[in-house]
């Protein structure tokens, strides 16, 4: 059974700065891809950051310069935010990309953590 669990949510004021973590466990047979998304009260869910097995980078446009995403093992993946926003508040879920032994796609979230931002 595989288990998706993200850290490091929290208050912050604007201008500041949190580093959220995700952990996966359990058996994966192909990772292609790790990343964060998040969904404000009202707005549907919408990709922050994801970088794949290969090492690719895609972030959205409002994070540019401001988060960085990383990962330095198979199943971790951390995203750095900084100069953060009132608009940045939401909760934020990582998101595993997966293959299964049949390649077929498979999709694994965690629980979300939030994040607030206050002006």
């Known amino acids: 059974q595989v288990h998706v669990v993200e850290s490091g949510g929290g208050s912050v004021q604007a201008g500041g700065s949190l580093r959220l973590s995700c952990v996966v466990s359990g058996t994966i047979f192909s990772i292609n891809g790790m990343g964060w998304y998040r969904q404000a009260p009202g707005k549907q869910r919408e990709l922050v950051a994801e970088i794949t097995s290969g090492g690719s980078i895609n972030d959205a446009d409002s994070v540019k310069g401001r988060f960085t995403i990383s990962s330095d093992s198979a199943k971790k993946v951390d995203l750095q935010m900084n100069s953060l926003r009132p608009e940045d508040t939401a909760v934020y879920y990582c998101?595993?990309?997966?293959?299964?032994?049949?390649?077929?796609?498979?999709?694994?979230w965690g629980q979300g953590t939030q994040v607030t931002v206050s002006a």
């Open positions: 998101n595993i990309k997966s293959l299964d032994s049949d390649w077929k796609k498979i999709d694994y």
